[in-house]
């Protein structure tokens, strides 16, 4: 009877794999191809035969890559998030006052939140819309909630490579919304990304917006302050060095002293000439007085230049001691640390003695009347194409990644082939025009060029490793060393946008020289190689060189590939015997 119990209980068992509760218990947001066969033959049970032909995936013989969107898929998809646009908000936070209690403000904090993500839901689910992911831990966002009441200028820092997809055009409604004195302020980050025409393009698109914009790169603050740094360090060096040899020049110091009265007089002839030439110079016309202004709207700020930004678009307020508040916002990657360690590093006498913490945003006192707040970086909810415009603009981690294709698909379509060629010193055999190629390469055809060339393999196979080499290249994608810089909206296509990156005429010249270094020693990679006669000097030949040359080139060397069977192989039976002369020649050799 006890036995039977014990089957009667087993048949009704639905889950008899032995395995443990955390491992039935993971979140799985993504399958490969077997991973999801699989799945669904053990859900499918009994009806497996029946729903195994739903599988079928028709492979594409041309060269579409089915991760990415085509033209008229692409055009559809933004005229859709432009419709829905308006719905993308940030949470808010309930309206409370002196009376309310901490229990129940906290409850409609969460209350607010759950409706505010089952929005976003909603949104997503029934309109068919791919969207980014973002913030879903409701105490980062209290922790912008905190910055927004407290700060008089809320600063935006996003990247200039892409502006619009880190910027939250509902979080600059909600700062009016608490307050209607607070300001905003778009910080263009890595600016130095962006040439001058490039520059002009997008401050156009955002005066005619409306919204207040600044360009500044961190990278080239942080440069800058380390050079000012060195030479005062060698200023510093050279009085220790000069009272050594005092006496020595003491001896030359009138002299000195005379040419020096000489060269002040002609120094100052010069300077009555250049101003009176300057005087001399018509007055600046209209179009060139638009110039400079356009220059002034496009020009990269120091970090000086940023704080004199932040005290002129701050609200004035009339109490007596005020401190400015000023608020920083952003991604966690678009480089909002390294803007504030480029502004703590210039004012470093005044920011190191006063840093302060207040719970889990910093505030930083920048100088008497200034405190920067630092909000914890956080993701906005915003819309996307692929999840491969996810990937290239860092927002999912590549080291994480399942399906690269799409990414290294998106790379292709937007660097040029000769860029690439030339950047990685590699050569990338497309397939012809007329066996269906469109002269552009696939990410299959870079990524197994790129392979090839680093020595990637994958494991017996031995084939090019694409998956390793999608990661390497995609890094470099994320961290600027293969650009591509999104145009403003309505403007401009981009590859006419991108065109001056890739011209070396046009690139700084810290990138001229990475160019022209990986041309010099690029070193062509590929199935059918033709060797040339070279004109270069042999390098010399080492100790290690001139012993393989030995055993190569030296006797018993140059002996054929001879088939033998097993018994003479592995046996004496198969050797001839010498004798005479030719015993006596084996032996001299």
Excluded at 305 to 313: A, G, P, T
Aim: glycine content about 6%; aromatic content about 6%.
């Amino acid at each position: 009877m006890f036995s039977r119990e014990i089957l009667t209980i087993c048949q009704y068992l639905t889950n008899e794999r032995q395995e443990a509760s955390w491992v039935k218990m993971r979140s799985v947001t993504e399958q490969g191809a077997l991973d999801e066969f699989l799945a669904t033959a053990e859900l499918a049970g009994t009806d497996f035969t029946a729903e195994k032909m739903n599988n079928v995936k028709i492979i594409h013989t041309d060269q579409k890559n089915p991760y990415l969107l085509s033209g008229a898929e692409e055009r559809a998809i933004i005229g859709k998030q432009k419709a829905h646009r308006g719905r993308l908000t940030v949470p808010r936070r309930p309206k409370w006052d002196a009376s309310t209690t901490p229990e129940e403000l906290d409850r409609r904090e969460r209350e607010s939140f759950l409706d505010w993500r089952r929005g976003l839901a909603e949104l997503q689910e029934n309109n068919d819309l791919l969207m980014t992911p973002f913030e879903r831990n409701l105490e980062v966002w209290r922790q912008l909630w905190r910055v927004i009441e407290r700060s008089d200028l809320i600063v935006q820092i996003v990247d200039a490579r892409n502006p619009l997809l880190f910027r939250s055009e509902d979080l600059e409604h909600y700062v009016k919304d608490i307050d209607s004195k607070k300001e905003n302020l778009l910080l263009i980050n890595k600016a130095d990304m962006l040439t001058l025409t490039q520059r002009k393009m997008w401050a156009k698109y955002l005066k005619e917006n409306g919204i207040a914009y600044r360009f500044f790169s961190a990278h080239l603050a942080k440069e800058l302050l380390e050079a000012m740094e060195s030479d005062n360090e060698s200023e510093e060096e050279e009085p220790e060095a000069g009272s050594s040899s005092k006496a020595a020049t003491k001896d030359a110091a009138s002299t000195e002293e005379e040419s020096s009265e000489e060269d002040e007089e002609e120094e100052e002839k010069d300077d009555k000439e250049e101003g009176g030439a300057e005087t001399a110079q018509p007055e600046v016309s209209q179009p060139e007085a638009e110039a400079d202004v356009d220059d002034e709207d496009t020009r990269i700020l120091t970090v000086e230049e940023l704080e004199d930004i932040f005290l002129s678009h701050a609200p004035e307020n009339a109490e007596p001691g005020h401190k400015l508040q000023i608020g920083l916002v952003g991604y966690p990657n678009v480089g909002k640390s390294s803007t504030i360690n480029a502004l703590i590093g210039a004012k470093k006498v005044s920011v190191s003695s006063t840093p302060g913490k207040t719970k889990h945003f910093q505030t930083i006192h920048l100088s008497d009347n200034v405190v920067l707040c630092d909000c914890p970086g956080l993701v906005y909810p915003n819309f996307a194409n692929t999840k491969a415009d996810l990937v290239c603009n860092g927002v999912l981690p590549i080291d994480q990644l399942r399906e690269f294709q799409g990414p290294a698909g998106l790379v292709t379509r937007r660097i040029p082939k000769s860029f690439l060629e030339a950047v990685y010193g590699i050569k990338i055999k497309t397939r012809a025009i007329e066996e269906g190629g469109t002269g552009t390469p696939t990410a299959p055809e870079l990524l197994r060029a790129y392979a090839r060339a680093r020595g990637f393999q994958t494991q017996g196979l031995g084939q090019p490793d694409e998956s390793r080499a999608s990661r390497y290249i995609l890094k470099d994608y994320v961290a600027g060393k293969l650009l591509y810089c999104e145009p403003p909206p309505g403007t401009v296509e981009g590859p006419e946008f991108n065109a001056e990156l890739y011209d070396e005429t046009h690139l700084p010249e810290k990138r001229r020289r990475a160019l022209s270094t990986s041309m010099d020693t690029m070193s062509i990679v590929d199935d059918d190689i033709s060797i040339a006669p070279s004109d270069l000097a042999a390098l010399p030949a080492g100790p290690k060189s001139k012993q393989i040359d030995k055993g190569f080139f030296g006797p018993n060397s140059s002996g054929g590939h001879t088939k033998m069977p097993f018994s003479h192989k592995y046996t004496e039976q198969g050797q001839k015997h010498l004798s005479g002369r030719k015993a006596r020649a084996m032996i001299a050799l």
